[in-house]
């Protein structure tokens, strides 16, 4: 599944996160584990973690979110914001690891 909004924030740090959070509370995807990180989302908007954010990502591409692939994500993540020449190839692992 794509998330267009959730995603390009997480890779690129845009469109701000309060606009990317009210989304996702308006349209809420569905995925089993999810509805605790709409709970948290709610109550903390936009000081809602990015590591949160991350989390949910994987639970809606049916993943699990245990310590190790969040961590690894985040690292993904992390790679993709710090643009570069190591983009392109954050890019292609994030996609990946969402598969």
Not at 66 to 73: I, R
């Amino acid at each position: 599944m794509d998330f267009p909004l959730l995603d390009r924030y997480l890779l690129e740090g845009t469109p701000p996160k309060e606009d990317v959070i009210a989304a996702l509370l308006r349209e809420r995807p569905e995925a089993p584990g999810a509805a605790p990180f709409y709970e948290g989302m709610k109550m903390l908007g936009s000081r809602t973690p990015d590591l949160s954010l991350m989390a949910l990502r994987l639970v809606l591409a049916g993943k699990k979110a245990d310590d190790a692939s969040v961590k690894g994500f985040r690292s993904i993540v992390e790679r993709a914001r710090k643009g570069g020449g190591d983009a392109d190839g954050a890019a292609a692992s994030y996609k990946e690891a969402l598969e």
